[in-house]
């Protein structure tokens, strides 16, 4: 018998993945609780083989509760559920996690993922599988290859020209430092920059230095 600790403030949830475990003949819930505080607590008197826990928790966020019970009891897997892929799945796995999943997860997934974790291996779901894949290839790119891949990514298209002089924009690059690295006029410039601003649909030239800053954060 596999037994699971539940950590998930969201009382609808908690219950729900409560309910589809208890459907099963192999996986137990030994506990269910709403925050990484009670959680710690709970584990020495529980013993949980597996614990599955929300990332985003008030007070003691997911992240701190993983990396404190990995350091206590490493023998216990710890899955983490997301409502969004973002950088919070590196932190994760540094942290020690086994897993992560989306909280969208299919129940046959979810039950899936508790039996992987409990045979000592790890599981992502597709979508952040995906996401470190990305960071993968963006291990092997350049500021600028990355740029672009991250534009792709949002939906932007641009040409090559236009990324070379919307990098340098992110740059703090003017207009005549632009022309004069790219051997363009400095009216050419100025016409790529006016397609750029149509494509981002974003008049104000500090505020489209501000969103390619973002971009590669």
């Known amino acids: ?8 403030n969201q009382r609808l949830l908690r219950d729900g993945m409560e309910a589809i475990i208890e459907r099963t003949d192999d996986i137990k819930v030994i506990g269910a609780v709403d ?9 020495e008197h529980l013993k949980p083989d597996i614990v599955i ?8 966020d997911g992240i701190r509760t993983t990396k404190y019970m990995k350091e ?4 216990v897997g710890v899955i983490l559920l997301t409502s969004k892929v973002d950088d919070f799945i590196i932190s994760g796995i540094n942290a020690g ?49 990355i740029f672009t891949l991250r534009l792709e990514r949002l939906g932007y298209t ?12 992110k740059e703090n690059y003017t207009n005549q430092q632009i022309a004069h690295k790219l051997f363009l006029g400095e009216g050419t410039v100025k016409n790529y920059i006016s397609e750029i601003y149509n494509k981002l649909n974003i008049r104000n030239r500090a505020k489209v230095i501000e969103f390619f800053g973002n971009v590669t954060r």
């Open 1 to 8: 018998m596999i037994h699971i600790l539940i950590v998930e």
């Open 97 to 145: 996690a086994d897993g992560f999943l989306v909280k969208a997860v299919y129940a046959e997934r979810l039950l899936e993922a508790i039996r992987i974790a409990y045979r000592g291996e790890t599981i992502f779901s597709g979508e952040v599988a995906q996401m470190l894949a990305t960071r993968i290839r963006e291990l092997t790119m350049n500021n600028k290859q």
């Open 35 to 43: 925050n990484g505080e009670i959680a710690i607590k709970q584990m």
């Open 72 to 75: 206590k009891y490493p023998e």
């Open 53 to 60: 826990m929300d990332v985003h928790l008030p007070q003691m």
């Open 158 to 169: 641009f040409t090559k020209r236009e990324i070379d002089i919307a990098f340098l924009l």
